[in-house]
């Protein structure tokens, strides 16, 4: 039997059979619908074939590997204490010689506080040591031997009187003298004796144990610690460092009016630098005083540098459920700055050789956590024993051994469906 061919090489539909026409022609009118069925027919194998086999999943292997259990948080870098460094007299300044974040040395001047009435009394305290210095030298000098002087000279008035009355006694005794004469040799005798008498007083006074030197080296001590209190306040003019260190804060500015007990510059002193970091209160019996740590300064997140627990606050901050501790920094890199964001990772506890297990693939939310092994093709629910917990993983005390595969929670596969584990 002859058929036509069109162009196509594709027989015709006239030279086609007759069932086979109708056949076609139905189907390409229900074109889309015949498509959808057969979709649903691909759907419904594969669900089939799924329920029957389960989903694939990828499972993780249980190991021994070396368990590090910490704790990680964020803090700031600080010294131990910060120096706030201010004025002890009221004046103006006359010049800030630092900027903020300079580094500066011990005795480096850093404020001038206008300082002329200061120098003034300075020079009048020093007038006044030289003026009781010169009264202490004339004492010493003049008055003394003066004293000296006088008081042998009075002495020897006195022999002379003595002698004087002697013979006056004589005449007046022989009938010879007058009553007159007698009494003149009486007067001069007395006033010889209180002249020697005031004599030796002006020496006793004015020798090192008499109450004129005394009272002018008194003088002379008053004034010399005027002198040493008029210079002091003059030092106070000028504000230096007390110690090594970086400036972090500075507020005062020349021509402002500065008063005792206000704080204008903060001096972080040089050499030790510590971490201070606010931890969840619920890892407070993993931390003990001496647990190494490694930190990395924010912005410079490669580098890294050791401290140690120094310092944990025996109180809790009810606000925040959180607790202060600080770690001493062992050798500070020369990149850290003051307030500077650090991340440390505390180590608290170790295990080597453990039976660890990711932590993905645990649920802790639990009272007895659990994971699904695979066992038969199946996701079994095992209950575990956890031990210390690291980065990511778990330690495995009961439940599980090297070797077996476990799912992670968020396949979401749930406990006795069939599975199949295929390599990751």
């Known amino acids: 039997m002859l058929h036509k061919v069109d162009p196509s090489g594709d027989l015709t539909l006239q030279s086609r059979p007759p069932v086979v026409v109708r056949w076609a022609g139905a189907v390409w009118r229900y074109k889309w619908a015949v498509l959808g069925i057969g979709l649903v027919l691909i759907a419904a194998g594969l669900g089939l074939a799924r329920l029957m086999l389960g989903p694939k999943v990828v499972a993780v292997v249980v190991a021994r590997a070396d368990l590090v259990q910490s704790v990680v948080a964020s803090g700031h870098i600080e010294t131990p204490y910060r120096v706030e460094i201010g004025s002890q007299i009221t004046g103006t300044v006359a010049d800030v010689l630092v900027r903020e974040g300079e580094v500066v040395r011990e005795g480096q001047k850093l404020i001038a506080i206008e300082a002329s009435e200061l120098e003034a009394a300075v020079v009048q305290a020093e007038g006044a040591v030289q003026q009781a210095e010169a009264r202490v030298r004339q004492l010493r000098e003049l008055t003394k031997p003066a004293a000296d002087q006088s008081l042998q000279q009075a002495q020897a ?75 002091a306040r003059l030092g106070y003019a000028s504000i230096t460092a007390p110690r090594d260190g970086v400036l972090i804060t500075r507020k005062v500015e020349r021509g402002s009016v500065v008063q005792p007990g206000k704080a204008l510059l903060v001096l972080a002193p040089a050499g030790d630098s510590q971490i201070v970091v606010q931890i969840d209160e619920k890892n407070l019996g993993q931390l003990a005083l001496g647990q190494h740590a490694l930190a990395s300064a924010d912005a410079y997140p490669d580098k890294r540098f050791a401290a140690r627990l120094s310092y944990i606050n025996p109180s809790v901050d009810i606000n ?62 095992q209950p575990v024993k956890l031990g210390l917990r690291g980065v990511g993983a778990y330690e495995v005390i009961e439940g599980l051994s090297p070797g077996d595969r476990v799912i992670p929670l968020a396949t979401g596969v749930v406990p006795d469906q069939r599975v199949r584990v295929v390599a990751p």
Do not use: C, H, W
């Open 320 to 381: 925040r459920a959180s607790v202060e501790i600080k770690l001493a920094v062992i050798d500070p890199p020369d990149y850290l700055r003051q307030d500077m964001t650090v991340s440390v990772d505390i180590a608290t506890a170790r295990r080597d050789n453990a039976v660890v297990v990711p932590a993905r693939a645990v649920n802790d939310a639990t009272t007895v956590p659990y994971v699904l092994k695979v066992a038969g093709g199946r996701a079994v629910r």
């Open 157 to 231: 008035n006195l022999l002379n009187a003595e002698a004087a009355y002697e013979r006056a006694s004589k005449l007046a005794a022989g009938g010879f003298g007058t009553r007159a004469t007698l009494d003149d040799a009486t007067r001069n005798l007395n006033v010889a004796r209180t002249q020697v008498r005031t004599a030796e007083l002006q020496v006793y006074t004015s020798s090192p144990v008499g109450s004129d030197f005394v009272m002018a080296e008194t003088q002379l001590a008053q004034a010399r610690a005027t002198l040493n209190t008029t210079q």
